[in-house]
């Protein structure tokens, strides 16, 4: 059974991308059980001289020890300014700081909603940069872009019909992918 991390990168409540993550838990397909990881909201902004002095937070070793544990991350997350969000960034910055990094071979899935019309890939194009750069192993297709996202969300749930497909085709394939690169 694959056991797949979700990352938020959105800190916002009622964030669309928040809604996605939690209709993709529910949407996960037989063999794979889908948990939300820990919050990185209160992590410090990554400096190396504190890393030096004061060794890892714990929210930072419990975000590190969740991604390493799992079989796979599914990443959620917004664009701010055409890119990653600050906090997630910060996050990743963080775990790229490990002797042993978590990210290193892990499978990791991407998804995003946005309220215009190019649906957060943008943010999407720059995390597969950033995710190269810690050695994760992406996951191509389907892709998960949810534009014009305020009319496809209704009270905190996803209502798109074809939005839910995708991500269930993404979910599967990605089961799939994460039990290749286990063998590899």
């Known amino acids: 059974m694959a056991q797949v991390l979700a990352i938020c990168g959105s800190l ?4 669309f991308n928040r809604q996605l993550m939690n209709a993709s838990i529910g949407l ?5 059980t889908i948990k939300e990881a820990p919050s990185f909201a209160k992590m ?11 060794g890892f937070p714990k929210d930072v070793d419990a975000f590190h020890e969740a991604v390493r544990a799992a079989d796979g991350v599914l990443i959620v997350s917004a664009e701010y300014n055409w890119s990653i969000p600050g906090g997630l ?3 990743i910055d963080w775990l790229s700081r490990y002797k042993e990094v978590s990210f290193k071979d892990k499978p990791v899935c ?6 215009g019309l190019l649906g957060g890939s943008r943010m999407q194009y720059h995390m597969r940069m950033c995710m ?8 191509g297709k389907p892709e998960v872009i949810v534009n014009l996202a305020a ?27 994460i039990e290749r690169v286990k063998v590899r």
Request: charged residues 20%; without cysteine.
């Open 12 to 15: 916002r409540k009622g964030s």
């Open 28 to 32: 996960a397909p037989e063999g794979m």
């Open 44 to 54: 410090p902004i990554y400096n190396f001289d504190d890393q030096q002095a004061t």
């Open 89 to 91: 960034k910060n996050a």
């Open 110 to 115: 991407l998804q995003s909603a946005a309220p």
């Open 132 to 139: 190269q750069s810690v050695d994760a192993i992406l996951f």
């Open 151 to 177: 009319s496809k969300f209704a009270d905190g749930q996803l209502k798109d019909q074809a939005a839910i497909d995708l991500i269930k085709q993404q979910l599967a394939s990605f089961a799939k992918f």
